[in-house]
């Protein structure tokens, strides 16, 4: 028994133990030596009391002394989760924010363009040429910054820009009439003898783009980029 004990088994110690004396009560009908009721009843009791500490150590978490831990962690969570929601609705509110200033920005109309108004004065060697009741003698670009018309002493198309004080002449446009201005304003077309001709403000000589014409008074050049001509 007390080499049982030694070696650690103290179960196998305690059990031997009793037994002993179970054995000496039966075979000898006589009480046991003091001494080894004494070690068995010692054994006992450590080992009792090794069993309960792993249950006392299991039973650590619902000490109530842990419980003030836990509790207190609580606000924490709460804090983030309320954290959390504001920080979302501010999100979504800045997203209605931005969605709303884009649509009203899509919707709203476009502001209306600026009237210009102004006075070009011409230069008497560059007076337009006389009109007549089917022609017309003036155009202006697109956007506003080019007037073309007939005139100066050999009636050739005049371009004036609205910035400038004088007009630049087109070789080869004598005695043409009705100028008209491209979609894009970088050419000019005209009519000379009832035939269509177009020039480039880059320079060039006139291109005749329908020569069939009887009884035309004026053309026009549309956005689909096709000259439309009036008989």
């Not at 009741?133 to 005049?158: K, M, Q, T």
Request: no cysteine; hydrophobic share 45%.
């Amino acid at each position: 028994m007390r080499a049982l004990a030694a070696a650690g088994d103290r179960a196998g110690a305690v059990q031997h133990a009793r037994l002993y004396q179970e054995l000496v009560r039966q075979a000898l009908e006589m009480e046991p030596d003091a001494e080894i009721a004494d070690l068995a009843a010692a054994l006992s009791r450590h080992a009792i009391t090794e069993a309960a500490a792993p249950r006392h150590r299991s039973a650590a978490p619902d000490n109530p002394s842990v419980t003030p831990s836990v509790a207190a962690s609580t606000p924490g969570v709460k804090g983030r989760s309320r954290r959390d929601r504001t920080v979302l609705y501010a999100v979504i509110a800045l997203a209605i924010l931005v969605s709303g200033t884009a649509i009203w920005g899509w919707m709203r109309p476009a502001p209306a363009k600026q009237v210009v108004r102004y006075t070009l004065a011409i230069d008497s060697s560059e007076a337009m040429v006389p009109s007549t009741g089917w022609s017309g003698r003036v155009a202006i670009s697109p956007d506003g910054s080019r007037l073309a018309y007939f005139g100066g002493p050999r009636s050739r198309l005049l371009i004036r820009t609205r910035n400038e004080l004088h007009a630049i002449a087109v070789p080869g446009t004598e005695g043409a009439t009705s100028p008209f201005f491209s979609p894009d304003g970088r050419q000019v077309g005209f009519l000379r003898d009832f035939i269509v001709q177009i020039a480039s403000l880059d320079g060039g000589p006139p291109i005749t783009v329908l020569d069939s014409l009887t009884g035309v008074s004026g053309a026009s050049w549309g956005p689909d980029n096709f000259i439309y001509a009036d008989a």
